[in-house]
């Protein structure tokens, strides 16, 4: 998809005038012209963005192969991201970090499990558990939804009573979606529209202003074209921020044409960007650093680490 080139590099033009090449998801020029940066209403007293980054570590405890959060024990993964976190002050002193930890509290399945919808709650023991080691590091916790087959407007009032805690938030994850396909999870990447989305926002708008909380983060997986469909008809409100979230892992090239082809030319509110510590490397690349994240534009507030 195209030749890494260092940002800013200088090029001669016919004239002779000198004008900067970026890499994809860099150029100030190409945000603006899709729209950023992105107006919104804003938000309610004790809003995280964007006046801090995020930084999240992502997984299950039940699982070494879903993410950091499981892939080690509780206290090596919570140093592990307290080095993250000092990394990302460091790299960008001027914006705090709030550390995080985001559980995938529904997880896809490929067989249909005792409920026939692809997907496994996970119990309370291990949301609490999760819950408890975020307020032990002072970060927040992401409770992530991946559906499978079924419907998100059944499963998230489950969630009610993590919710409506001041420093838990959402993740939707469109990948997982796959109520309308009927496809297994796994075989075939699923979707979400704007009218998902929306009920997302809403049921946390609903919730923070039933329970009088600071707004709500909704973090949306994004990796492909059709991941989010209709996503100039999602709606803001000062009660939710919403990060579209770059989700796809390979070589450093390759994150930022996803990110310019599926994030900064669908502007939505706030963006993410995930890092994962295995896929990103297993072909002989190098994970990315603060530094380079830095240099997209908008700059991505939420960080993810896989």
């Known amino acids: ?135 032990e590091a002072g970060a927040v916790l992401f409770l992530d939804i991946q559906t499978g087959h079924d419907d998100l407007r059944a499963l998230l009032p489950r969630f009610e009573g993590m919710l409506k805690q001041p420093d838990v938030f959402l993740g939707i994850d469109p990948e997982f979606n796959l109520i309308g396909s009927k496809a297994l999870p796994g075989e075939k990447i699923g979707t979400y529209d704007a009218a998902d989305i929306n009920y997302a926002s809403g049921y946390l708008k609903g919730l923070v202003q039933k329970y009088h909380l600071p707004p709500k983060v909704l973090t949306v997986h994004r990796f492909t074209r059709n991941g989010v469909t209709n996503a100039d008809k999602i709606i803001l409100r000062p009660e939710v921020q919403i990060v579209m979230h770059m989700d796809g892992w390979g070589a450093p090239w390759l994150k930022r044409d996803t990110y310019k082809d599926y994030i900064v030319s669908e502007p939505v509110q706030f963006t993410g960007f995930k890092l994962f510590y295995h896929n990103d490397t297993k072909k002989g690349n190098q994970m990315m650093s603060p530094q380079d994240l830095l240099k997209l534009n908008p700059r991505p507030l939420y960080i993810q680490y896989q």
Do not use: C
């Open 1 to 135: 998809m195209g030749t890494e080139l260092a940002p800013f590099q200088a090029i001669s033009t016919a004239h002779g005038r000198v004008k900067a090449k970026y890499n994809a998801g860099e150029d100030p020029a190409f945000a603006a012209s899709k729209g950023w940066p992105k107006k919104y209403p804003v938000p309610l007293p004790g809003a995280i963005l964007p006046q801090k980054r995020i930084v999240a570590y992502y997984g299950n405890p039940l699982s070494k192969k879903m993410g950091v959060l499981g892939e080690f024990p509780k206290d090596e993964m919570l140093r592990r991201l307290k080095v993250e976190v000092a990394r990302w002050e460091k790299a960008d002193p001027a914006t705090p970090v709030q550390p995080a930890l985001h559980l995938i509290a529904v997880v896809a399945q490929d067989t249909p499990g005792k409920s026939g919808k692809y997907r496994m709650v996970m119990p309370d023991a291990v949301v609490n558990r999760v819950y408890e080691w975020a307020k």
